[in-house]
């Protein structure tokens, strides 16, 4: 019992650590929405100029302290003002890696100064045994946890009282209006950096008389942070607090009771926090949730002549090269394949995973086995090391299914770092005895001697021609009906959703291509040397291969080259150092500034900027065969839709439906029923509850209570896509197009229905087809032709508005549902969507639910109309039937003012239901 609490005590110290680190990341995130990988960095900043000045230039110790926090304020400020400003209107993720640049700066820039060793420096806190509850702990554990507690409520004053704590989340929830208040979004944020990193510099002072003083100390405290401040949501700071203190207490009685499994104590934790994190997730997420601006994509086409004598002149560069220059080459393209395996997941799919060195590590970690123990031939035992980690890559993925962005980047670190600190350095599982690793000898490849060892040159060739096989079967990904998917999940999940995409499988597909990638580049590493090393596989080398791949330009192919030319021990390091000699001892911190450049200059990588060029040079002399192919490969549309595509005509019943948010009772005991070749309207006042309607009908909302049927099929319970795919589409109020594709690929996404195989064979085949007959109709109907292959961002209102709708249309539903198509429209071009969706039900035979506040569009298009009030329905019948009905003029009046009331009732000019 003693110990019990004896251990609780040591972590609450180790707690009061966590939650220190984590509330300067909490506090920044809430200040500026960026997750603050500088944050160790800065801290140790602060950390180094204290022990500097206070040790080797006699300033007095709390002066040092001063000197130490303003610094570290100092540059938080200036991270802003240089690195996060110019960003301010890219991608979240860019923004990521842009505090990621400002960490490697940092590191580099003490190491050099500084050396990488670890410094022991004696602190201020008394550090006296003393007894509380029976228990021995040492003084400065209990001051560490007081202060911690000290910091959490002044700052949870601070941003509940105070004006600037308001103005914070005012700016966080609404910049826009926050501004128009007169907040300045850009002082706020300049201020929360500036506090945020001078407690992290205060944090680092703190820590390191307790952890010693070194560059890489603090990382090391940075994922229990990180999960204390997920506890907290990044925004409550006593959450926080709570979250850091119960980590340290578990993880010190783990470290009492389970001693005997490697990495068990630092890991339990973590692994719990994430599943509760996963299972508190969403599948989809919210109605109106924010879109982030995504980073620009590349198209994946590939130049047959210009890739064949790129790879033929690098063949010959290998051939000629030194050694040192080969193993220069194997690094650079081993990083490649690393990062190409990013390039999927993060670029195509949009999912921030960092996980690509736990899963290279786990590609070499199975090879590694099969050669060493069960005495597989390498191409076999690499086979193996690939396939055998994609598994291991859908495990990875399973968070993606419900959480996303810093959320899945923070659990998927995590979840690499568990599998390093539990495996990799796990020495029963990852040393063969005698050695530092797996030992696995030197290899042959059909019989010719490929060891990296002997033949550094033939190793590098090897690496080059995988690395040109996986970029190929990535660039037929990009161009398939399946990249198509992965790009629509990543722009718009609810969208992709609602059009018959399994949002799930296509995000766990993505992890699936990425694992395999990585886990190729990790059977190369490993297996360029007689043994395994598992410190090749750091898991937080991870972040860095994502900021490379930001660099580089994460949707472009070309990326994963350049990106992995600013790393160390690669070809662009020892350009450098041929250009100026001991250059490589800058490299670090050069490499870094470098990487601030490019991406404060171009937020979409390097792969952006060469591939406009290229398409540039391009477009000039090719120029009449890219005008034929902007007229398109597209058959002529039928004259009305062919049989064959025209959708199963099936009703729709929905019975006692009843969706509740909380206490709000949103739409209560519904029931109505849409027949094919029928239009049938929805209306009611604001917030009535008919948009919630939809949301049940079509999955997005699950009901309280009710039954969804479409024919004899029960769709009541089933999935999203489930029931797009059975013949339910809708459009969206908001229209939720797929912001950065063209106005083709968005019909393709709605109207491709790939088998299970097309997963595979677009891997190796990607096929193109040309619209179906009933889309090609959905085109001409809706006026597109002359958009088909304009980018959505291009289009007018208008047309936005009616390609929300033909893609609706594409998918061929029984029946559709249409959440307020007219609003925003000109009379004129209301009157044209009234007889678009009149067409629709007569001529393609759907059943169509129109839900609109443009009354007079409702009664002349409807032949049935369902009418709303506080979720409950209140009239059904004829478009005349329902103007009648007294309940129906009084929910409506109810709406209006009581003159306006008194103008309505007596005739039909002013009568709300029929104006
Ligand atoms: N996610 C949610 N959480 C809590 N309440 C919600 C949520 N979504 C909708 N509501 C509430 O449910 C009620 C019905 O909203 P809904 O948007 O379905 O109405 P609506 O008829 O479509 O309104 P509008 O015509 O303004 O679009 C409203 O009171 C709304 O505030």
Redesign the pocket.
């Known amino acids: 019992m003693d110990d019990i609490l004896r251990f609780a005590l040591l972590g609450l110290g180790l707690g009061a650590l966590y939650a220190l680190t984590a509330q300067g990341i909490v506090l920044i995130y809430r200040g500026s929405g960026v997750l603050n990988f500088a944050h160790g960095a800065i801290g140790m900043t602060a950390a180094y100029v204290q022990w500097e000045l206070a040790t080797q230039h006699g300033v007095p110790y709390w002066t040092a302290v001063g000197c130490g926090v303003l610094v570290a304020g100092l540059l938080g400020v200036l991270t802003h003002l240089l690195v996060m400003r110019p960003l301010r209107r890219a991608s979240s993720l860019a923004r990521l890696v842009g505090t990621l640049a400002v960490f490697i700066v940092l590191t580099a820039a003490a190491v050099k100064r500084y050396g990488d060793s670890v410094q022991l420096v004696p602190g201020k806190l008394p550090s006296d045994l003393v007894e509380v509850a029976g228990a021995t702990v040492s003084e400065d554990r209990i001051w560490l946890l007081a202060i911690a507690i000290a910091i959490t409520v002044a700052l949870h004053l601070l941003y509940k009282r105070s004006l600037f704590g308001l103005g914070t989340t005012a700016v966080a929830e609404n910049q826009s209006a926050a501004s128009s208040l007169g907040w300045s979004a850009d002082l706020i944020a300049a201020a929360n950096w500036g506090l945020g990193s001078a407690l992290a510099g205060l944090t680092g002072i703190l820590i390191v008389p307790v952890i010693g003083l070194s560059v890489s100390g603090l990382t090391t405290l940075l994922l229990s942070a990180l999960a204390a401040a997920l506890v907290g949501r990044f925004s409550s700071f006593p959450v926080t607090l709570a979250g850091g203190l119960v980590i340290g207490i578990v993880q010190s009685e783990l470290t009492r009771f389970g001693t005997d499994v490697t990495g068990l104590a630092g890991s339990v934790p973590f692994l719990v926090i994430a599943v509760v994190l996963v299972a508190r997730g969403r599948a989809l997420p ?2 109106g949730t924010f879109l982030d601006r995504l980073p620009a994509l590349g198209t994946g086409r590939v130049r047959p002549v210009a890739l064949a004598v790129a790879v033929a002149v690098a063949l010959l560069l290998v051939a000629l090269s030194t050694p040192q220059w080969a193993d220069a080459i194997t690094n650079t393209l081993v990083l490649s394949l690393i990062i190409l395996s990013i390039v999927v997941v993060t670029g195509y799919a949009g999912q921030v995973s960092l996980a690509a060195y736990a899963l290279a590590g786990t590609g070499a970690f199975i090879a590694g086995h099969a050669v060493a123990d069960w005495g597989w031939p390498f191409e076999l035992a690499l086979l193996a090391g690939v396939l055998g980690t994609v598994p291991i890559g859908l495990l990875f993925a399973l968070p993606a299914v419900r959480t996303r962005g810093v959320n899945l980047a923070i659990i998927t670190l995590g979840l690499g770092t568990t599998l390093e600190v539990m495996v990799f350095q796990n020495t029963d599982l990852a040393t063969t005895p005698g050695s530092d690793g797996i030992a696995v000898g030197k290899q042959t490849l059909f019989g010719i001697d490929i060891s990296g060892v002997d033949h550094p040159q033939r190793y590098a060739a090897l690496v080059l021609l995988l690395f040109v096989g996986a970029a190929l079967v990535v660039a037929n990904l990009r161009r398939s009906r399946t990249g198509r998917r992965l790009i629509a999940v990543r722009a718009n999940e609810r969208a992709a959703a609602a059009l018959g995409i399994g949002v799930r499988a296509t995000k766990l597909y993505a992890f699936g291509v990425s694992a395999a990638i990585a886990a190729l580049a990790g059977v190369l590493t490993g297996f360029r040397s007689t043994s395994v090393v598992f410190t090749d596989f750091a898991s937080f080398d991870s972040i860095t291969a994502l900021g490379l791949a930001v660099i580089g330009g994460v949707g472009f192919l070309v990326g994963p080259l350049f990106g992995a030319t600013f790393a160390a021990g690669t070809v662009g390091a020892r350009f450098g150092d041929l250009v100026v000699p001991g250059l490589s001892e800058w490299m670090p911190l050069i490499g870094g500034i470098i990487l601030l450049l490019t991406l404060v200059g171009n937020q979409d990588g390097i792969g952006q900027g060469l591939g406009k060029q290229t398409a540039a040079v391009e477009r000039k002399l090719l120029r009449k065969r890219s005008d034929d192919r902007a007229a398109g490969p597209q058959a002529t549309p039928p004259e009305s839709v062919p049989d064959a595509h025209r959708a199963a005509p099936l009703p729709l019943r929905v019975t006692g439906l009843t ?1 509740r ?2 206490g ?1 009772v ?2 209560d005991d519904l029931s109505f029923a849409i027949e094919p070749g029928r239009v049938t309207g929805l209306i ?10 939809i ?1 049940a009908v079509t999955g997005f ?1 699950r009901p309280a209570s009710g039954a969804v049927h479409l024919g004899d099929r029960d769709l009541t319970g089933t999935s999203v896509h489930l029931r797009a795919r059975a013949g339910l589409s809708r459009s969206f ?1 908001s229209l939720e197009l797929f912001e950065d594709m063209t106005v083709l690929d968005n019909l393709y996404a709605a109207c491709d229905r790939p088998g299970p195989w097309t997963y595979l064979k677009d891997l190796i085949r990607p096929g193109s087809r040309p619209l179906p007959g009933q889309v090609l109709v959905a085109v001409r109907e809706f006026g597109l032709e002359s958009s088909l292959d304009r980018s959505v961002g291009d289009l007018s209102y208008g047309e936005r508005r009616l390609l929300a709708i033909a893609r609706a249309v594409a998918t061929s539903p029984s029946v559709l549902l249409l ?2 198509p007219a609003a925003g429209l000109s009379d004129d071009e209301t009157r044209e969507l009234a007889r678009l969706v009149r067409r629709l039900a007569e001529e393609w035979g759907m059943g169509v639910l129109l ?1 609109e ?1 443009d009354v007079d569009m409702v009664m002349s298009v409807c032949d049935q109309v369902v009418v ?1 009030d506080f ?1 409950r329905r209140i009239s059904v019948g004829t478009p005349d039937e329902v103007r009648a009905d007294p309940a129906v003029r009084a929910a409506y009046l109810g709406d209006l003012s009581p003159e306006e009331a008194e103008e309505a009732v007596p005739g039909a000019e002013g009568d709300p239901v029929s104006a």
């Not at 009611?684 to 309607?693: D, F, L, Q, R, Y």
Request: charged residues 20%; hydrophobic residues 35%; without cysteine.
């Open positions: 919210l109605r969706v948010y909380g709000v949103a739409v009611g006042p604001n917030g009535a509850g008919k948009t919630s309607a949301d909302t109020q959440d307020e839900v506040h709303l979720g």
